[in-house]
């Protein structure tokens, strides 16, 4: 059975700083493309940004320059430390797991094999 866990939400003033975890089981992590997506109020779910099994990273304009993805395969984990946050980043934030071995434009909802629960993310102004 997989699983997929965010750790790492929380509330946070505009310009500050939140690092969100997601830990796996049940998948062979290191072939995995692992991505994290978003999704606000009344708004489609967006990527946010993704790694692919080659460590090549995608992200999306609206966090380019703010937000790092990361990964560690030793521990099944993914990272995104999001800074210079602003109150449109309001939303809840979900840990992917795409695909195994994928390349090209992946970073979509509809490519995802595995999803996490969420975890909120609150930016005040």
């Known amino acids: 059975q997989v699983q997929v866990v965010e750790f790492g939400g929380g509330l946070v003033q505009a310009g500050g700083s939140l690092r969100l975890s997601c830990t796996t089981s049940g998948l062979t992590f290191d072939t995995y493309a692992m991505g994290w997506f978003r999704q606000a109020p009344g708004k489609e779910r967006e990527g946010v940004s993704c790694?692919?099994?080659?460590?090549?990273?995608y992200y999306g304009d609206f966090v380019k320059g703010r937000f790092t993805i990361s990964r560690d395969n030793a521990k099944n984990t993914v990272y995104l430390q999001m800074n210079s946050l602003k109150p449109e980043d309001t939303a809840i934030y979900y840990c992917?797991?795409?695909?195994?071995?994928?390349?090209?434009?992946?970073?979509?909802?509809?490519?995802?094999?595995?999803w996490g629960q969420g975890t909120q993310v609150t930016v005040s102004s």
């Open positions: 790694i692919s099994w080659r460590d090549y990273t």
């Open positions: 992917a797991a795409v695909q195994p071995y994928v390349s090209g434009r992946y970073c979509q909802s509809g490519e995802v094999g595995y």
